[in-house]
């Protein structure tokens, strides 16, 4: 069993820094980690379900509109217990050439985005769909009519079933031991 979660700390730390180093995400020292359920709404059904906004969040999306790209990961904070997770946020906003970075909800970057060009069609998937308690089932009603297929992935480290990915027309999600730990959507050139 410790040699399982000695793996899985392993990988977890690998998708840290690889996340860190392609996305500039940083954590901030002080950084509390919020309960990642809190925030759930007492909807009817899991994918009717959001979290509520921050206040940096509601007023990016009344400024800019809601993301047309996003990337959702729930990352690891903590010492060497590794307990505690933080949602970190990309917003992708290619009309206004905006990137905004969050870190628990706090804004933590913005920075210039290139011109992704015409004729791209994005995710109607809202961010505030998704969170760390939503397992496959309640992923994919979130998410639609958004069809997807499972991509073979890290089989060699995991038990099956332990952490699988997805990847659909215009999304990618990852649901590790039945939890939504990482999501991102794709704009997709027609």
């Known amino acids: 069993m410790k040699q399982k979660q000695s793996e899985y ?5 690998f998708f840290l820094i690889v996340t860190l180093t392609l996305f500039g995400c940083a954590q901030p020292e002080n950084s509390a980690a919020p309960d990642p359920t809190a925030e759930r ?9 959001q979290r509520l906004l921050t206040s940096d969040q509601q007023e990016i999306i009344d ?14 904070i903590g010492g060497e217990d590794g307990e505690g997770l933080s949602r970190t946020e990309i917003w992708y906003y290619p ?37 760390f308690s939503m ?6 009603a979130a998410l639609g009519d958004d069809k997807v297929a499972p991509i073979e992935f890290a089989n060699n480290i995991f038990e099956q079933g332990e952490v699988r990915s997805y990847l659909g027309d215009t999304v990618t999600f990852t649901i590790e031991q039945g939890h939504l730990t990482y999501m991102q959507t794709l704009g997709v050139k027609d």
Request: charged share 25%; aromatic share 10%.
């Open 41 to 49: 709404s007492g909807q009817e059904s899991p994918g009717d379900q």
């Open 9 to 13: 700390r392993k990988l977890a730390t």
């Open 135 to 140: 397992n496959y089932q309640a992923t994919i």
């Open 95 to 131: 009309q206004h050439r905006k990137k905004i970075r969050f870190v628990a909800g706090d804004i933590l970057s913005v920075s210039a985005l290139n011109d992704p060009g015409k004729d791209v069609r994005y995710s109607e998937a809202r961010i505030e769909n998704f969170d």
């Open 63 to 76: 400024t800019f509109g809601r993301p047309q790209q996003f990337i959702l990961a729930y990352l690891p």
